[in-house]
């Protein structure tokens, strides 16, 4: 089965760099997601993660390492409106369709 | 392109109703899935249909949730009789595989309130 862990709640001020981990135990894998929720909206994808390495994408870079079960999404030169619950997941299966999910980790930006 | 449309939004009903959830997916997409959301437990995946075949519904909690794709461009999750532990938002998702990898798109959600 899958396990996913990561911490609830992290607070930052604007312009910092911030790390949220992720620790993940699954029995295949295809592959590690990160998605944003915004407070009252659906969650969006944000990145993904299929080699170990660290894949940079704007503001936001997400690393990988598999024989750690680790991952982490780093943010850069927060904004405000990157106040949001920040979503690691894993695939539910070998086919790698379906997707599990952390409970997620808030962040709270602050100016 | 219109993204995964949800209804009804809101939904407030009684211990004992029948729920009724209704998700169009995105045109041309494969996939559809159905998760429920809550503070205690996060995003829960329920089932998920390929082709509007069910290809896992182990994450059905109970007999008390069901869950229909009649065709490409609908889907229903129905609660009955639904009970307060119920409440909580409902999203239904789509996908278009291609390779390993098909992102995820979310509707806005159905926020079910079961009083």
């Known amino acids: 089965g899958q396990n996913i862990d990561q911490p609830t709640e992290m607070t930052a001020t604007e312009g910092a760099i911030v790390q949220i981990n992720c620790t993940y135990q699954?029995?295949?894998?295809?592959?590690l997601f990160w998605y944003q929720q915004h407070a009252g909206e659906a969650p969006t994808f944000l990145s993904y993660?299929?080699?170990?390495g660290l894949e940079e994408k704007g503001r936001f870079s997400s690393f990988l390492s598999r024989s750690k079960g680790y991952s982490y999404l780093l943010l850069k030169e927060l904004q405000m409106k990157d106040s949001a619950s920040y979503l690691c997941?894993?695939?539910?299966?070998?086919?790698?369709?379906?997707?599990?999910f952390g409970k997620g980790t808030t962040l709270s930006v602050s100016s | 392109d219109a993204g995964v449309i949800q209804s009804p939004r809101h939904e407030v009903t009684e211990m004992g109703q029948e729920v009724t959830l209704r998700c169009k997916p995105i045109?041309?997409?494969?996939?559809l899935f159905w998760y429920r959301q809550t503070m205690m437990r996060g995003l829960e995946l329920l089932i998920y249909?390929?082709?509007?075949?069910?290809?896992?519904d182990s994450g059905m909690p109970e007999d008390r949730f069901s869950a229909k794709m009649p065709n490409a461009s609908f889907s229903t999750l129905k609660i009955q009789p639904s009970e307060p532990r119920d409440s909580a938002v409902y999203f239904c998702?789509?996908?278009?595989?291609?390779?390993?990898?098909?992102?995820?798109?979310f509707g806005e959600g159905s926020r079910l309130t079961v009083l």
């Open positions: 998702a789509s996908s278009s595989r291609t390779g390993f990898f098909g992102e995820l798109f």
């Open positions: 699954t029995s295949g894998f295809n592959g």
């Open positions: 993660n299929v080699l170990d």
């Open positions: 997941a894993v695939p539910a299966n070998q086919a790698g369709t379906a997707l599990i």
């Open positions: 045109s041309g997409h494969d996939y």
């Open positions: 249909f390929n082709n509007n075949v069910p290809i896992d």
